[in-house]
C-alpha cells in the first residue's frame, strides 16, 4: 500500500484555488464511475455519460458480477485503484491524501491534478467521435441480465436522453460547488467541513439514477441524483450533523435545479 499527503497552498494565487479543487473532485469523481454491466439502461445511462467527458471511455471490471469502470485518458480506474481524501487545512490551502496498491497509480493521479489542463464534462460530441458501445455481459444463472421495468422500458427518444444526462452533469458540478462552500466556511459553523478529511468512495449508476457514496471523517453519507424527478436530489443516508441534507439544500439552492 503507497500512500501520499500532500499540500497545495494558493495563498498567493488564490483565484486558483477553486479551479483546482474543482479539478481534483471532477478527477474524483471520474475515477469512482461505475454501473452494473447486467443492467441494460444502467450500461445506456453509464455510456451517455462516459461519451460526453473528454479523454474518457470505460473497461470491464469484475467484481462478483460485472461492472463498467472508467479508463481516462488511457488509465484504467476501479474500486480499488486509488482512494483521495481532501482536507482544507488553512485559508486557499488544502490537503490530499492519495492511496493505492498500485504505487504508479499515486503517481498518476497526482500528476493528472497537478497539470495544467482543464477537464472537461458535459460536452457533446458529433457521432463520429462517440465511444465504442460496451457489449451486455453474457447473461448465467447467477448472473442475469436486468432488465428494464414496465416505465423505464418505453420509448425515449435521444434528445431526451441527452437532457437528461446534461442535468446529471449540472447536478454533479452543484455537487462539486457545494462542498467547496462547507470545506471553506467557518469551523464555528455546524455545518462546516472546514479541518474535515472528505472522500468520494463510490460514484455508482444505477439505471438513471446516480448515487454519491461519501466519507466525511469517517462517516457515510449517500446522495441520490435523480434527473427524472421533479427534486433532482434526495439523501438516502446521512450523520448525526445532517450534511448530507446541508449539501443538498446548497446544490438546490444555489445552482436553481
Known sequence: MTIEVIQYNFEEHPEQFSTYFTKVMKLVIISKLN????NRLSVKYFQALVSRIDGCDF???????????????????????????????????????????????????DELSSDTREIKWNVAHSPDTTQKLAPLSSPTEEQPIEEEDTKSSKTVSSSEDSEEVKTIFHLLDAFIGSLYILMNLSSRDESSLYGKNVEIKDVSLTRRILNIEILVNGDTIILDC????RKRVFVSLDNDAKIGETIKNLMLQNNAI
Open 226 to 229: 435523480n434527473s427524472k424527478s
Open 35 to 38: 454501473c452494473l454491466e447486467t
Open 59 to 109: 473497461h470491464s471490471v469484475k467484481y462478483g458480477k460485472p461492472m463498467l469502470f472508467t479508463s481516462f485518458l488511457g488509465y484504467e480506474f476501479n474500486y480499488h485503484t486509488v482512494h483521495v481524501s481532501l482536507k482544507t487545512v488553512d485559508s486557499y490551502a488544502i490537503e490530499i491524501s492519495i492511496e493505492s496498491i498500485i504505487q504508479e497509480f499515486v503517481k498518476i493521479f
